[in-house]
Nanobody, 125 residues
Framework: QVQLVESGGGLVQPGGSLKLSCAAS???????MGWFRQAPGKEREFVAA????????YYTESVEGRFTISRSNPKTTLYLQMNNLNPEETAGYFC???????????????????WGQGTQVTVSS
């Protein structure tokens, strides 16, 4: 059983930074892990993914160059460093683990079997 617990969310001013963490256990078979976000009334949106063994990363275009997904060594924690945040990025942020995810489908939330409870990020002045 895979368990994922996010932390690190909070209130940040526009242009500010936050680093999210996702403590992962029981995930030794995960192929990809990812971050998604969901604002009220909107669909869950892909943010970034990382191949758990190998470290290849993949980002949605809107965060490329501002966000960095990474993992700890040993591979027990997933991170998302977010810089230059804007108010439109206010959302609940969720980490997810996929056992059979492939790169071409890594942005599809349906490809991930396990999810954390989410952490709220609010970007406001």
């Amino acid at each position: 059983q895979v368990q994922l617990v996010e932390s690190g969310g909070g209130l940040v001013q526009p242009g500010g930074s936050l680093k999210l963490s996702c403590a992962a256990s029981g995930h030794t078979g995960s192929r990809y892990m990812g971050w998604f976000r969901q604002a009220p009334g909107k669909e869950r949106e892909f943010v970034a993914a990382i191949r758990w063994n190998g470290g290849h990363t993949y980002y949605t275009e809107s965060v490329e160059g501002r966000f960095t997904i990474s993992r700890s060594n040993p591979k027990t924690t997933l991170y998302l460093q977010m810089n230059n945040l804007n108010p439109e990025e206010t959302a609940g942020y969720f980490c997810a683990a996929g056992l059979r995810t492939i790169l071409s489908m890594a942005s599809n939330p349906k490809e991930y079997e396990f999810w954390g409870q989410g952490t709220q990020v609010t970007v406001s002045s």
